[in-house]
């Protein structure tokens, strides 16, 4: 059983000797296989051990990459989540074992140069620590007589899909290869949490894992289409789903190719139990494609194979004569699975399939009317939350800033669970210790992209946190590294106009002007009306996050920053109806109209015009998936939603296209589950319901609804002191019915009136 724990496993010690001496670390050493490791690798560890008397066991464990494992036979768990070197992982095991034999066994590998774009790894190694000290030399990696060998029937190869692909390796098994023998490991070195005397050294600082385990579940499917093809070739139209018998035996020399469709996209670990002579290709598609030469620009209907190919990361399985099953190591993603059955000189039996999904447990607490784009973007953000949050399942695994922002503060919004969120951050901060000062686009990772425009981002997320949770002490701990962070980024000219920094600097891809998704002026060295208003954001965000953890004193510096730093920006581009790019730039940007209705620091008839000319319902602005959501923000502040509510067709659109979830983008779209597009679920709760924090810890409530008229309204959104602030409202006209209830006091606020709300109490209109 998985136990998550607060503080460290063990207490830190001290050198034996003189004060520079590093201490010992912990009461258990890294092993690792003896001999060298070129390239990718599975190991299989075992332990056997003779208990006099049953008796709980608990075991810190953590392995380089990863590990499976099990105890007699049944799997227990897996880890560790993911991580980076400075911050590596543990997972904690409570093991009820009974008195007499029992075989610990785990298996772990490394991917190399094939591992997802967010593993880091020093080698392969494994490390076991008792908590007792009677267990140690029992259990302890180190100390106990642990024995390993090479799996030599899995090869983890790099998966063929084209660029830009980080999700992890293929796998090349054979199920009929013999074990080699168990040797002795090596001892690798001493394991050491959260410090190091010499901190530059490699290896990796231990930290407890953060989130439970992850959730799994058997996913329903059906076979959709069978041919005797190849797994390259193409889905003829008009085939009908054929009714296959169980088990599926071909005969000698016999091919059979198989697309089972899951009814949805999945983060799944497909399951094939096989036997006899031949092989299986299992080839799991995000989508199918018309050409697999181009199939981003030639994916056709989500929901359908008829005339297309099916791409995608393809295992390779060879069965052997009895019969046995496979999963990847690693999971993957998309709605189909094409699977090539090719028997040899005697028949080849396909026993069982099945599917088994992976993700984060998020307990939904929310409530809300049910419609198919609710339901989509609830898919979507389930299916990128894992060990991290991710910007896509399929394509890179990552946690981008930019995305985990909206995706944490979904995470508030459906419910009381923080961690997450939390762990986001600490990544974040982590991400931050490079020679530019701040965090990466990206993290954990293997490598260290710098997005600028995403720093600001992180001090947004951790503002979301305060208003919604408060976590104050979190807060505390993080601050020194956005103060920092924050600094580091912001570089003004002679007139106050901030200067962008060297980097990626990236706003929104869907619009004209914007080159790889950075506009005018927020080029390296320019000075421009969006990387201006960004930076006004950021310091009202840590003025407020100052004030929170009591330094009054900086938050007004980041007051007074803010206030220069705007008034400097709208001398310099505001035209009378907007800001323009740049002040040498004739055209407005809406982007930078948006932030600066947040940021909420021009003069406040400025404002209102701007408004008025962003939220015209006839002449919609140009924003991709990801900043509409800033879009309706500023809507939904402005008590304008019904200006952009028509935008959320483009979601209907896409479901009436075959999607199950929100895509990377409009259009010709790479990537088709990416939560940065999830926030309409956001706005009917907090726009269309109006339920949103009007204190910092969720204090107090601000209901501010704003339905169509003759919409009724059915949401609640949890309060983490308990309970659910709740809302049943119907527009009729200028008036609004119903009833409001709220664990917490705040306000109602409608037609230009607001209603008192009272802890416990309901409101009846």
């Known amino acids: 059983m998985r136990t998550l724990i607060d503080g460290p496993a063990f207490a830190h010690a001290a050198g034996a000797g003189h004060a520079w001496d590093e201490g010992p670390g912990w009461p258990a050493s890294w092993i690792a296989p003896a001999g060298s490791v070129d390239g990718p690798a599975v190991h299989d560890w ?84 008792a908590a007792d000290p009677p267990d140690r030399e029992v259990f302890a ?24 692909f980080g999700g992890g390796a293929a796998e090349d098994v054979d199920l009929a290869a013999a074990p080699g023998p168990w040797a002795d490991p090596r001892r690798e070195g001493a394991a050491h949490e959260g410090f190091r005397l010499y901190c530059t050294r490699p290896g990796r600082v231990l930290r407890p894992a953060l989130l439970p385990p992850q959730e799994h579940r058997l996913l329903s499917w059906g076979v959709i289409y069978a041919d005797e093809g190849g797994i390259d070739d193409v889905c003829i139209p008009g085939a009908s789903a054929p009714v296959l018998p169980w088990p599926l035996t071909l005969p000698a020399g016999g091919r059979l190719r198989l697309v089972v469709d899951l009814g949805a996209y999945a983060c799944h670990r497909p399951q094939l139990e096989l036997s006899g002579d031949g092989m299986a290709l299992v080839r799991c598609a995000e989508a199918a494609c018309a050409d697999p030469a181009n199939p981003v620009a030639s994916k056709g209907r989500r929901d359908s194979v008829a005339g297309q190919h099916l791409r995608g990361i393809t295992d390779r399985i060879r069965a052997s004569s009895s019969p046995a099953t496979w999963s990847p190591l690693w999971w993957r993603a ?53 060990e991290t949050f991710v910007d896509c399942p399929y394509y890179e695994q990552l946690q981008y800033v930019g995305d985990t922002r909206i995706q944490a503060l979904l995470t508030h919004a459906l419910s009381r669970d923080t961690r997450p969120a939390v762990a986001a951050l600490r990544h974040f ?45 979190e807060l505390r701990a993080l601050m020194p590294v956005l103060r920092r962070s924050i600094d580091a980024i912001l570089r003004c000219d002679g007139d106050g106009l901030p200067i962008a920094p060297s980097g990626w600097n990236f706003i929104d891809a869907e619009h004209g002007a914007h080159r790889d998704g950075v506009p005018p002026g927020c080029r390296p060295g320019e000075a421009g009306s969006c990387w201006g208003w960004l930076c006004v954001l950021a310091c009202r965000w840590m003025a407020d996050l100052d004030s929170a953890v009591a330094e009054p004193e900086l938050a007004s510096r980041w007051r007074r920053l803010a206030s220069g730093m705007a008034a400097a920006v709208h001398a310099a581009t505001w035209d009378g109806a907007g800001w323009r790019f740049t002040c040498g730039n004739a055209e407005r940007s809406p982007h930078a109209a948006v932030l600066a209705l947040l940021a909420d620091a021009a003069p406040a008839a400025d404002l209102a015009v701007a408004a008025d000319a962003l939220l015209d319902p006839a002449h919609p602005p140009a924003m991709g998936i990801m900043f509409s959501h800033y879009l ?113 006091d705040g306000v109602l606020r409608w037609g230009g009136r607001d209603l008192p709300l009272r802890a416990g109490i309901p409101l009846q209109l």
């Open 429 to 473: 901060a982590a991400s931050a210790v490079n020679p530019l000062g701040h965090p990466t686009s990206n993290h954990p990772a293997a490598g260290g992209q710098v997005i600028p425009t995403f720093v600001p981002m992180v001090a947004g997320m951790a503002h979301d946190l305060l208003r919604w949770r408060g976590c104050q002490d």
């Open 46 to 129: 075992r332990l056997q051990v003779s208990l006099p008397e049953a008796r709980r066991v608990r075991l810190h464990i953590s392995a380089d990459e990863r590990y499976l494992l099990a105890v007699d036979g049944v799997a227990e768990g897996e880890g560790p989540e993911r991580c980076d070197l400075a911050r590596w992982a543990y997972e904690t095991h409570d093991l009820d074992l009974a008195a007499g034999a029992h075989v610990i066994e785990l298996r772990t590998w490394n991917a190399g140069r094939c591992a997802p774009w967010a593993q880091s790894s020093l080698g392969p190694a494994l490390l076991v620590a």
């Open 141 to 164: 990696t180190g100390h106990a007589l642990w024995r390993v060998r090479r799996v030599p029937g899995i090869s983890l190869v790099r998966a063929e899909v084209g660029s830009g």
């Open 632 to 744: 309706f923000e500023a809507a939904v502040h402005r008590g304008r939603l019904d200006a952009v509510r028509p935008l959320w067709r483009r979601w209907e659109a896409a479901l009436g296209e075959g999607f199950t979830t929100t895509p990377e983008g409009w259009g010709r779209t790479r990537s088709d589950c990416h939560a940065w597009g999830a926030h309409p679920l956001l706005w009917r709760l907090c726009g269309i319901a109006g339920i949103r924090p009007d204190a910092d810890g969720f204090a107090r409530v601000l209901i501010a609804p704003q339905p169509g008229d003759g919409e009724r309204v059915r949401s609640a959104v949890p309060h983490p002191a308990g309970g659910a602030i709740a809302v049943d409202l119907i527009r009729a006209g200028d008036r609004l019915l119903g009833s409001v209830e709220s664990p917490v």
């Open 334 to 386: 998309g709605r189909f699975v094409a699977i090539q059955l090719q028997a040899g000189v005697a028949p080849l039996t396909l026993h069982r399939l099945g599917f088994v999904s992976t993700g984060y447990p998020l307990q939904v607490e929310a409530r809300w009317a049910g419609d198919a784009v609710a339901d989509a973007c609830l898919r979507t953000l389930r299916l990128c939350m894992h």
